[in-house]
């Protein structure tokens, strides 16, 4: 079956090997929620941009998440996950795993398989904001 065009993300050559592809995803009538990309040894694996020790830190704040030897580092408090599994080796949340988010390739192109969300864009939640607030994260 011909994947839905709808449900393309990016080329999978768009995703970078040493960081991290921030997109921006919607579950129903919810707020949106972003979430990365990240490469793996298989392909590349989706998680939802959000720490597991502080669930409302994100991990790529708009300019890819650091990278060490294939695990993504929160760069609040240092936690390190593994890019395939979500699971925290290191940190004040070793031991969580951060949330999946289904995604596969087909001929070269990251589709989102994951029933629970759509795809809304490439990028990271447009708030609607007039500008930064003070305690905005976006780094420019
Ligand atoms: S918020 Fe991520 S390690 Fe503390």
Do not use: Q
Request: proline share 7%.
């Amino acid at each position: 079956m011909a994947p839905d065009p709808d449900r393309r993300i990016a080329p999978l050559d768009a995703v970078p090997a040493d960081t991290t592809y921030l997109v921006t995803l919607r579950n129903g009538d919810d707020d949106p929620r972003e979430a990365v990309l990240v490469r793996t040894d298989d392909g590349v694996a989706g998680w939802l941009n959000y720490c597991r020790h502080l669930l409302d830190v994100r991990l790529d704040k708009g300019s890819g998440a650091p990278m060490r030897d294939g695990e993504l580092v929160c760069a609040n408090h240092g936690a390190y996950f593994e890019a395939d599994t979500g699971y925290c080796t290191f940190g004040p949340c070793e031991g969580a795993t951060l949330e999946p988010v289904d995604v596969s390739v087909v001929d070269g192109d990251v589709y989102l398989t994951d029933d629970d969300y759509a795809f809304v864009e490439t990028g990271g939640i447009d708030d609607g904001s007039a500008g930064p607030s003070p305690t905005s994260n976006f780094e420019f």
